[in-house]
């Protein structure tokens, strides 16, 4: 079954770095209608402004994909992985039996992903 979700209908958090949008209840949100779509638990769109990000945190038993939708994101992670996703690419990461990862904005301008 499709299910059609504007955008201005999605949770939301903005502060001062971060505009996120959530389609599934995550954080803050809960909406019991949307808690999970099958196995698929969260799926954000973040607009994380210049110079800013996500610090240091776990997760454990996922798989996190992101796509870079404008601008470039920075990760490093407690396995000893650094790299940059830029617009239009992909980065995908297995959280396995627990891993601590950052995703920074290194760039002069927002960054946008799904």
Do not use: C
């Not at 079954?1 to 903005?14: C, N, T, V, W, Y």
């Not at 770095?17 to 389609?23: F, G, K, N, P, S």
């Not at 196995?39 to 796509?67: C, Q």
């Amino acid at each position: 079954m499709i299910e059609k979700r504007p955008f201005d209908s999605l949770g939301r958090h903005d502060a001062d770095w971060l505009a996120a949008r959530y389609h599934f209840s995550f954080s803050g949100y809960h909406d019991p209608k949307r808690v999970h779509w099958g196995a698929l638990r969260v799926w954000n769109d973040d607009t994380i402004k210049a110079k800013s990000g996500f610090p240091p945190h776990p997760h454990s038993d996922m798989e996190i994909i992101t796509y870079v939708r404008s601008g470039a994101i920075t990760h490093q992670d407690s396995m000893g992985n650094k790299g940059r996703t830029e617009a239009g690419d992909v980065q995908v990461m297995s959280g396995g039996s627990g891993v601590t990862h950052a995703e920074y904005n290194l760039e002069g301008e927002s960054t946008t992903l799904y």
